[in-house]
Structures are given as structure tokens and as C-alpha cells.
């Protein structure tokens, strides 16, 4: 089967029941966000802008679970910010699954390591010793982290464990290079890689989550989805960039740049996603053929934002993850007082032009699923989506330059770091850059502020 069984059950289960209560607007995904926090300020994301007075904040863990109670959606994605942050995540996780919940960790990937190397010390014995060998040879644990595996968990606390019921699912939104530039820091893609490599030698589920912007070269997403089925990833899911009010205020206040250079346009996501249909035939692509197809500009969707509710430390918030005209305190009075005729693009109109570039996941996915603007056929299609056998491996990932940036000295700061180092050993270059591979430089930049090191390239150039 193309997804595991349960959930897939679990999921048509959950449709059923409330089509035959006749139940208007009901949840399927929850997007819990308990904390807006974040260690990366990736570009095309404006959580951090929007919610900047209130960073700090967190949402209790008995609000977390109480919000998946209040919609009772059977699928639970706990974004953020980046919620290996939140204090309690292991509790979280834990609650939900007790709650019998699917479960979503949306996750920039920097920390899964530390997270599984508490799932090993949880669970050490003699026995594991040629899992820590395997991991040790690999480059995937130190040796100091294996004697701290070896030495035992005893704070009583839970840890996050692989189960079918659980997926790491890790954002990346192309090969090194690509990756490492929008998320604003060198070496995360690497940093990714090597947690999704331990996560499946533990028996972990793990997705992966890209947006597509404008600069975005489908022919590079295609090679990443071979490189990460090698690497035996379960899916994918994969959404346009669309410029929402919050990340369009981000990139032109914090980063000087126009936002309609880089997100997309309806026009543009069609041709981006011209290939879907044919990508899901290849991989396993989260989200429904019928959500294909109208990515793919073969028909059209109303939105149902209401099926994948947002909850964060303001409440509800609405009118869908990427909007924000108000937060409610219950997933009913959200229901009932927000008017959904409002919003979302119909026969080619949009009825509130933010929504006029929108074909994002969140909005039209559940669409696909639920048969809104159902045409004959497509009950059959998502069943034979879900219930066929999976696409097979991609046998010949290695053969993939996905290591295209800083690991091989050609990574975005390259030209930033060449500049510091020769400003650092007092001995100018032509244009006040030298090449990266001319050998070794005295100095060192902190490729983690991106902006400031480009900042003082421009100044090598002028001087």
C-alpha cells in the first residue's frame, strides 16, 4: 500500500462518519502551533513577523491536547515555529497518540538527533550495541553521545519513539545549495540528511514538506525526490509559496526584497506543477489526485480551509493558516461566526484578493478529499491512490549531486566568507573577493548571519 493501512483507514473512517451525520464543516488536519519560536529565519516565512510580540509565549500542554479534543480531527500536525523547541514536546506527542491521534512533527531537522539519541538512552541494552556501532560508524552519533546512550535515561520523562502512528516530517525545500539559501543558514540541508539517514536506521516514519517559489527548478525537486526515496522516505508533501500578507510584510521589512520575485503567482503554479500527476505516480506524494490535478490546472476546488484548522497561543485562528482576520477560543465558534463565503477563489474569481494566488495545501488539499466540486470517477481515484502498492525505491539516488553547496565550497556565503577571510589577513583581492578553492584563508565568518556577511561584500567591493 501506497500509505500504511490504519491510518488510511483511520482517515476514510473519520470522513464517513460525519457525511453520514451530515455534518457541515468538520476537521481533518490540526495544525497545532504550540509555540511560534523558532532557531532558523527562513525566507518566505513570516510566522516570526506576525507573531513577534509574542514569540515567547507558549501554549500549556493541557491546551495543546484539549485543542485536538475540541476539534477532533484524527490527524494532528504540530508545527510552529520549530516544535522540538517546546518544552514538553515528548509529553505532547505522547498525549495525542494516547488521544489516537496521527501524528505530524513539522520540524526544520536540527534537532531530530538529540530527540532520538533520548529515544536510545530510553531505551538501552546490550542488546542495541549494534545499532550505536552501525550509527557510530555512520557519522550519525559521537562517541560521546553513545556513552551517553549507554548510560540510560532516568528523568522519567517520555520519549519520542517510531511508531505507525508518527512521522518526522522534515522540511526541505530542494537540494543542498537551494535549501541552505532559504533557509538563511549553511548547512542545514547537510544537518537534515544525516537526521533523516538515523531516523529510518531506528525504524521511524519520515515525510519531508517543500514549498515551491518562483526561482524554484522543478527538474532539482524531481532529483530531490529520487534522492530522498533512496534514502527511504515514506513521502512527501509538497505545496506552492504563495505570498500571504505576514511573509510578504517579513521579505520586504527584514530582507529589502519584492515579494512578487519570489512567491507565486495561480498562473505560475500550474506550470510549476505541471508534472505532479506524474510525480505521484514516481513517489509517494502526500495529498490527494484530486488535489493534483487542480495543481496541475486540470480542474478547479473550492477552498475548505475550515478541515485544516490552525490553533496557537492566541486560539483559533482564523480564517486559515496563512491568513489571520481573528483567533477564536473554540474550534465551534470559529465555525460558526467566521463567513466562509468570504473567502477562497471560485469559477476564477477570488472573493478577497489575498486569496488570488492561493492554491496551498492547507486550503484545497482536504477539498479533494472531502468531493467538493466532485466529478464521477473521483471516490475511485483516491481510493486506488491510498490503497495501491507504494512506488518503488529510487535505486540510483547516489548518482544525485544533492550536496551542492557549502559541502563542497559552494554554498551561498561562499563569496561572503572569501571576502571576510581576505579582509581578516589584511591582503586585498581583485574586487575585494577570492575564490573559495584558491586554498586556505586566516580568519572565519558566521555563516549564520547571512545578511551581515553579504552586507560586507559589497563594502570589500567598494573599497
Known amino acids: 500500500m501506497r500509505f500504511p493501512f490504519a491510518l488510511s483507514a483511520k482517515i476514510a473512517a473519520h470522513i464517513i462518519k460525519h457525511k453520514l451525520r451530515r455534518t457541515p464543516k468538520f476537521a481533518m488536519v490540526l495544525q497545532l502551533e504550540p509555540l511560534h519560536t523558532c532557531n532558523l529565519t527562513c525566507t518566505g516565512c513570516g510566522r516570526i513577523r506576525e507573531y513577534s510580540t509574542s514569540l515567547k509565549d507558549m501554549v500549556p500542554l493541557d491546551q495543546c491536547l484539549a485543542a485536538a479534543n475540541d476539534c477532533d480531527a484524527p490527524m494532528v500536525s504540530i508545527c510552529g515555529g520549530e516544535p522540538l523547541i517546546y518544552p514538553q514536546i515528548e509529553e505532547l ?4 497518540l494516547q488521544q489516537g491521534r496521527i501524528v505530524y512533527i513539522c520540524t526544520n ?12 538512552a530510553a531505551s538501552y541494552s546490550p542488546a542495541l550495541e549494534p545499532t550505536l556501532k552501525d550509527l557510530l560508524d555512520q ?3 559521537s562517541s560521546k553521545q553513545a556513552e551517553t546512550i549507554r548510560q540510560g535515561k532516568r528523568d522519567g520523562r517520555p520519549v519520542i519513539r517510531p511508531t505507525q502512528w508518527m512521522y518526522w516530517n522534515v522540511h526541505v525545500d530542494g537540494l543542498e545549495y537551494t535549501h541552505d539559501l532559504i533557509v538563511e543558514r ?3 540541508f547537510k544537518e537534515c540528511v544525516e ?3 538515523m531516523a529510518k536506521r531506528l525504524g521511524f516514519q519520515v515525510a519531508t514538506n517543500t514549498t515551491v517559489y518562483r526561482e524554484t527548478d522543478v527538474r532539482e525537486i524531481e532529483d530531490m525526490f529520487r534522492f530522498f526515496s533512496w534514502l527511504g522516505v515514506d513521502g512527501h508533501t509538497i505545496s506552492p509559496g504563495y505570498d500571504y500578507d505576514a511573509a510578504k510584510k517579513d521579505m520586504m521589512k527584514r530582507l529589502g526584497k519584492r515579494p512578487e ?3 507565486l503567482t495561480r498562473k505560475m503554479t500550474v506550470e510549476k506543477f505541471s508534472r505532479i500527476l506524474d510525480w505521484g505516480k514516481a513517489f509517494t506524494i502526500f495529498g490527494t489526485p484530486v488535489y493534483q490535478e487542480f495543481l496541475a490546472g486540470k480542474r478547479e476546488l473550492t ?3 475550515w478541515a485544516i484548522p490552525t490553533y496557537n497561543v492566541k486560539g483559533w485562528k482564523a480564517p486559515c493558516y496563512l491568513m489571520t482576520d481573528g483567533h477564536y477560543p473554540t474550534y465551534r465558534e470559529m465555525l460558526e461566526k467566521v463567513d466562509w463565503e468570504k473567502y477562497g477563489v471560485v469559477n476564477g474569481v477570488a472573493r478577497d484578493p489575498r486569496c488570488e494566488n492561493c492554491m496551498v495545501h492547507c486550503g484545497y488539499d482536504p477539498s ?3 468531493g467538493t466540486n466532485y466529478q464521477r470517477g473521483d471516490h475511485w481515484k483516491n481510493f486506488k491512490y491510498n490503497f495501491w502498492p507504494r512506488p518503488p525505491r529510487y535505486e540510483r539516488g547516489h548518482e544525485i549531486q544533492a550536496f551542492n553547496g557549502a559541502s563542497i565550497g559552494k554554498g551561498h556565503l561562499a563569496e561572503a566568507k572569501a571576502a571576510l577571510k581576505a579582509t581578516a589577513c589584511g591582503t586585498p583581492h581583485p574586487n575585494g573577493v577570492e575564490s573559495p578553492h584558491a586554498g586556505s584563508f586566516c580568519g572565519s565568518g558566521d555563516t549564520s548571519e547571512r545578511e551581515a556577511l553579504l552586507a560586507k561584500v559589497q563594502t570589500a567591493k567598494q573599497t
Open 93 to 96: 506527542v505522547n498525549g495525542l
Open 368 to 370: 479533494g478529499a472531502l
Open 195 to 197: 537526521a533523516i539517514k
Open 139 to 141: 557519522g550519525l552519533i
Open 261 to 263: 520575485d519570489f512567491f
Open 109 to 120: 531537522g536540527m534537532f531530530m538527533r538529540k530527540k532520538m539519541v533520548d529515544y536510545l
Open 186 to 188: 549553511e548547512g542545514v
Open 303 to 305: 477552498c475548505t480551509a
